[in-house]
């Protein structure tokens, strides 16, 4: 009876860790999403005011705001759906396997997917 007992308090502490661990996994993801959308919509912001003041006296520049704009726009769109994948992948796991495929390796996967994005989208002194 002891033994049941206690490999059914490691296993209920092992899925406590697990949904810990997604849990945190969800919240870093969900940072980074904030960032590259608040990020993104700073560049846009300054860009088209910046765009606005020179229309008339210098359109070149107005022209090459509006470039940096769509850029910003493209590259953010992208890096949100890339994190959002993320997300959907993580839950259809978790939905359709609960605790297998995390166990294994789903945490891992998750981190490499996001990591070193923000640095090198964002790196100090890069053209914008």
Do not use: C, F, K
């Amino acid at each position: 009876m002891p033994t049941g007992y206690a490999v059914r308090q490691r296993r209920g502490y092992a899925r406590e860790l697990l949904a810990q661990t997604i849990a945190q996994e969800r919240l870093r993801i969900a940072r980074e999403l904030h960032d590259v959308v608040a990020h993104g919509m700073s560049v846009i912001t300054v860009q088209a005011g910046y765009g606005h003041l020179v229309i008339d006296d210098r359109p070149d520049r107005a022209r090459a705001a509006l470039h940096v704009i769509e850029t910003t726009g493209r590259e953010t769109t992208t890096e949100m759906r890339r994190l959002l994948g993320v997300l959907r992948t993580e839950w259809q796991h978790t939905s359709d396997q609960p605790g297998g495929s995390w166990a294994d390796n789903g945490t891992d996967r998750m981190s490499s997917s996001t990591e070193g994005s923000r640095s090198s989208r964002y790196s100090p002194g890069s053209a914008r």
